[in-house]
């Protein structure tokens, strides 16, 4: 058997394993991970721009001594089958490299462990230039000139990471992402800020934990939590369905609406020991869509179940067995009519048989629509005053308002901004009021008076009518 070495193209190959699709959120979590494992209190982050644009990540966690920084250097450095802590929020050994190369060129990892400081770095343009794999170890007077080599320094134990090269954006996007990035690590290690286990500071603030299922709400439905086992290990899922709009404030209802919206948050949120690792999504096992957009489904796994998952090197995609899909679809049916109701419950407010209703619904073999109550008695009033050819155009203008009627406006903004669709007011109480001294002009009977007062329009202004 003939053989030779071929070894890759180190240039190339960097350029690869930089695009392998992070975020400066997913690639900042992933960082924060190795502080958790390492079972830090604090983890500052500061993003600086004088005299370069540089991020320094600081955990005050257990430390490395120079060999154990080295191999935290080290591509691929863990075993993916290796059977971990159930607390070890890593897996391959590639997230801080592949997070920082993501993001840098330059990436620098300071570590004390007892009283000495270990420094070293990768610097990806010199190791394209050389061709070869060099570990830099940087000189004492570099990294004592690093925002937290004095805290460092002050400190028992702990490690800085500094990604200097930062090369994915201009500085001043790059600034504008810090505010995002504090939204996604409130989020995504809520559970760790809300038990105190951790505390992360962004620029000298300290996030709070964002729980996206809100369940201190009296009206948030918290469905008994349930548990299936797959190749005996434990899986447990706890559906939510969050308060309907008109239960909650403007701010707290688009605070839970996230960035992303009710529609694209619905769905399942997979966390693996305590850590969100993705959220919003059905897996294919259900379409989004509004009646159901409230339903939150949290997932809870140990970190010995990612072969059932086809969880990523990111963190931040899985798929779900086949068998534990049918369990999911299973869930899935029934909390979705739940979260239905919350809806069709509102509705059936307009199914009061004392209420003479502006719009009916019409069916037509599966399909409806939504047409103007002929029968009104306002209608019938209107139509009884018009001559021949007002009735024809007056029949002419409500198809028109039926025909026309602004469906796809109605849904986004009622998606996006419910709170503040204010329809009641197009009509103020002293419009009202002129309408009501009109019609009493007419010399309205006393019968039809209080036929009027079913209407839409002037049911709760009884007083009004002065009747």
Wanted: proline share 3%; aromatic share 10%.
């Amino acid at each position: 058997m003939n053989k030779e070495i071929v070894t890759p193209n180190i240039k190339n190959f960097i350029k690869s394993l930089r695009d392998i699709g992070y975020s400066l959120d997913i690639a900042i979590a992933d960082i924060i991970d190795n502080s958790i494992t390492a079972k830090a209190k604090n983890i500052y982050i500061q993003a600086h721009q004088e005299p370069e644009l540089t991020l320094s990540i600081f955990d005050d966690g257990y430390g490395m001594n120079e060999l154990e920084v080295v191999e935290a250097m080290r591509l691929s450095s863990k075993d993916p089958d290796e059977i971990r802590e159930k607390d070890d929020l890593g897996k391959f050994g590639l997230g801080l490299k592949t997070a920082s190369f993501s993001q840098c060129k330059k990436i620098t990892v300071l570590s004390k462990k007892g009283n000495n400081i270990s420094a070293k770095r990768w610097d990806l343009d010199y190791i394209s230039e050389s061709n070869e794999w060099y570990l830099i170890t940087p000189q004492q007077i570099e990294i004592e000139n690093y925002f937290f080599y004095k805290k460092l320094f002050e400190t028992e134990s702990g490690t800085v990471i500094v990604w200097e090269n930062i090369d994915r954006y201009p500085k001043n996007d790059f600034i504008n992402l810090i505010s995002s990035l504090q939204k996604h690590l409130s989020l995504v290690f809520h559970r760790f800020i809300e038990e105190n286990k951790i505390k992360i500071y962004i620029n000298n603030g300290e996030i709070e934990a964002f729980n996206p299922f809100n369940p201190d709400h009296l009206a948030t439905q918290q469905i008994p939590i349930e548990e299936i086992v797959f190749q005996d290990e434990k899986i447990k899922i706890q559906p939510y369905i969050l308060p309907h709009h008109s239960k909650m404030s403007q701010e707290d209802y688009d605070r839970y609406a996230t960035e992303d919206g009710y529609i694209k948050s619905q769905g399942f949120y997979l966390y693996r020991a305590n850590r969100l690792l993705m959220y919003g999504t059905w897996w294919g096992l259900h379409k989004a869509n509004d009646a159901h957009k409230l339903v939150r489904i949290k997932i809870d796994i140990s970190n010995s179940q990612d072969s059932y998952w086809g969880i990523d090197v990111k963190k931040s995609i899985a798929k779900p067995h086949l068998m534990i899909r049918n369990d999911l679809k299973r869930i899935i049916s029934t909390i979705t009519p739940k979260s239905s109701r919350v809806y069709t419950g509102k509705a059936k407010i307009l199914e009061d048989r004392n209420t003479e209703k502006t719009w009916d619904i019409f069916s037509d073999d599966g399909n409806f629509r939504f047409g103007i109550n002929k029968e009104h008695s306002l209608l019938k009033k209107l139509k009884e005053i018009q001559n021949e050819e007002g009735k024809e155009l007056l029949q002419l203008y409500l198809k028109m308002i039926e025909m026309y009627l602004p469906l796809a406006s109605i849904q986004a903004h009622l998606q996006e901004h419910p709170l503040k669709v204010k329809q009641e007011t197009a009509l103020t109480n002293d419009e009202l009021v002129e309408i009501v001294e009109k019609l009493k002009s007419l010399n309205i009977s006393e019968e039809y008076m209080q036929i009027l007062l079913k209407t839409e329009l002037v049911k709760k202004m009884g007083e009004i009518l002065n009747v």
